[in-house]
């Protein structure tokens, strides 16, 4: 069975700062991969997938994420945070039936 | 598009009461999906439909809920009777193929109080 693994339940980086939000899958096939953004009061958003080809994924607002199948990672980055980026974050993966979620990492962003 | 739209956003109803929460899916999409998301066990799934027919059904916490899709354009998650641990907000989500190839549009979610 299919499952993720977030590190760290609450990040928090300065306005400016790298934002490095980790998550490991379990898969026993090649996986496909996503984040998601949840804001306050709302559903999910997509940011960015991985399905095949590239490993590098770049998502809206500036996020990126890149697969490394040998550590079994899809970590989500961005370079420079804005206050706009506070948040919850959930990485996901697909199984034949369904889509996996994480714990979630809610992302605090300090001025 | 109108994306997936849930009602009602709010409830709240006293322990026994039967709950009905409603999904309409982007039209054109034919997979649905029910979670729960709660402080302490995150988001669950709780049942996943492909063209109208439930394919997994596993995650349904017991016999009080119950889902249904008799069109392609609308779902209920039915909770009969409801208790307080029952509490959490309800997501619909809908993809335009099945789960391993397509991303999730989600609604904006139905936050169910139990009292």
């Known amino acids: 069975a299919q499952s993720v693994t977030q590190l760290g339940s609450h990040v928090s980086v300065s306005e400016g700062a790298l934002v490095l939000l980790r998550c490991n899958y379990s898969s026993s096939v090649p996986p496909y991969l996503f984040w998601y953004v949840q804001y306050p009061n709302q559903g999910l958003q997509l940011l960015l997938k991985y399905t095949t080809g590239a490993t590098l994924v770049k998502g809206i607002n500036g996020f990126e994420a890149e697969f490394k199948k040998s550590e079994t990672s899809f970590h989500l980055t961005k370079p420079s945070a804005h206050m706009s980026d506070a948040a919850e974050y959930f990485c996901a993966v697909t199984s034949i039936n369904d889509m996996r979620f994480g714990a979630g990492t809610r992302l605090t962003v300090k001025p | 598009d109108a994306g997936v739209i849930q009602s009602p956003r709010h409830e709240v109803t006293e322990m026994g009461q039967e709950v009905t929460l409603r999904c309409k899916p982007i039209?054109?999409?034919?997979?649905l999906f029910w979670y729960r998301q709660t402080m302490m066990r995150g988001l669950e799934l709780l049942i996943y439909f492909n063209n109208n027919v439930p394919i997994d059904d596993s995650g349904m916490p017991e016999d009080r809920f119950s889902a249904k899709m008799p069109n392609a354009s609308f779902s209920t998650l039915k909770i009969q009777p409801s208790e307080p641990r029952d509490s959490a907000v309800y997501f619909c989500?809908?993809?335009?193929?099945?789960?391993?190839?397509?991303?999730?549009?989600f609604g904006e979610g139905s936050r169910l109080t139990v009292l």
């Open positions: 989500a809908s993809s335009l193929r099945t789960a391993n190839t397509g991303e999730l549009f």
């Open positions: 039209s054109g999409h034919n997979s």
